[in-house]
């Protein structure tokens, strides 16, 4: 059965995101819950993928141990063996695909970073040269390699409607010079130890968004998921050739089945067919375990 939050009618629920609810836990922790629901260009799909929510979790659990040096991520602990009393009823529905994480005041931008040129930077590198006031050179194609990585932060949009890439002169006068060029300084250094990670396992790290928010003692934190394929483009280093769309570990094989069907990108969605579900299901799991070096079953025998 699909999960949804009222499943969870003992809980607070502060809100329900594409794919994840978050409820409140005490006066200063929440509980982030990923569903194994899937979006595309804006839009929740009503075909789920087994597993997603687990991939997404323990994906996400890996990386901010990895990145923990650079910037402290807000998780508290995703054992829900460990989680308080209130959440007990609720342990086996949690298991694998919640984690409970300091409550933030989120930075209002999303930061991210780009290596490679595709989706909506290549959309604004056509229309412009430029992506987020980065000039970029003249003939480069879906799939080049960026001459460095690029910091093009983007508003943060309501469900249902487009994030907006914006200049880092906007971002500063949203945020203010220092924030900004803190954020800008954190994901680019957060990007690069994704890369470097990523390279070493034979992928690419094309883009991924990134948020951050402030704890109640002011400390910055990454919060929210991180380097997932929801949030980033993983493609096989072995397969890239730029000029066209990638083979990927991300849901971009949705998007491309979705163009061939004529939809409008208006909702609602097509469902899924069932191959596209089991290829897409394949895609999510052997990111995490060429990743993180791990069996993805393994993952859900110890959680």
């Known amino acids: 059965m699909p999960l949804t939050h009222e499943e969870f009618a003992g809980l607070t629920h502060l809100g329900s995101g594409k ?3 978050l409820f409140a836990v005490g006066d200063d922790a929440v509980l982030l819950v990923a569903s194994d629901r899937i979006s595309a260009f804006d839009v929740v799909l009503p075909t789920e993928i087994p597993d997603k929510g687990a991939v ?13 040096d650079i910037v402290p991520g807000h998780v508290i602990t995703a054992d829900v063996d460990e989680y308080p009393a209130e959440l007990a009823p609720y342990r086996e529905q949690l298991r694998g695909r919640s984690m409970l994480c300091r409550r933030l005041e989120m930075v209002p931008i999303e ?37 460095h990585p690029i910091y093009t932060p983007s508003t943060k949009a309501p469900i249902g409607e487009h994030d907006e890439n914006i200049s880092r002169a906007d971002a500063a006068g949203r945020l203010g010079a220092e924030l900004a060029a803190e954020l800008e ?14 390279a070493e396992r034979g992928i690419l790290l094309a883009d991924t968004k990134l948020e951050f928010g402030y704890d109640r ?67 999510y799991v052997e990111a995490y375990e060429r990743l993180t070096g791990h069996s993805f079953s393994d993952y859900l025998s110890t959680v």
């Open 111 to 147: 930061c991210v970073a780009r290596g490679y040129l595709t989706g909506s930077g290549l959309k604004d590198y056509q229309r412009t040269g430029a992506v987020s006031g980065h000039e970029l050179p003249e003939g480069l194609v879906d799939g080049s390699r960026l001459p």
């Open 217 to 283: 003692d002011g400390v910055l934190r990454l919060g929210d998921e991180v380097l997932t394929p929801d949030s980033s483009r993983f493609w096989p280093a072995d397969e890239w050739s730029p000029g066209g769309p990638q083979p990927s570990f991300d849901k971009q094989f949705v998007r491309d089945y979705l163009l061939t069907t004529g939809w409008d990108r208006q909702p609602p969605a097509p469902e899924l067919p069932d191959d596209i579900v089991e290829s897409t299901r394949a895609r």
């Open 56 to 68: 997404l979790t323990g994906l996400s659990l890996w990386w901010f141990d990895q990145l923990a």
């Open 19 to 21: 794919v994840r609810e």
């Open 185 to 198: 300084k954190l994901t680019l250094q957060l990007f690069g130890r994704a890369s470097d990670l990523a």
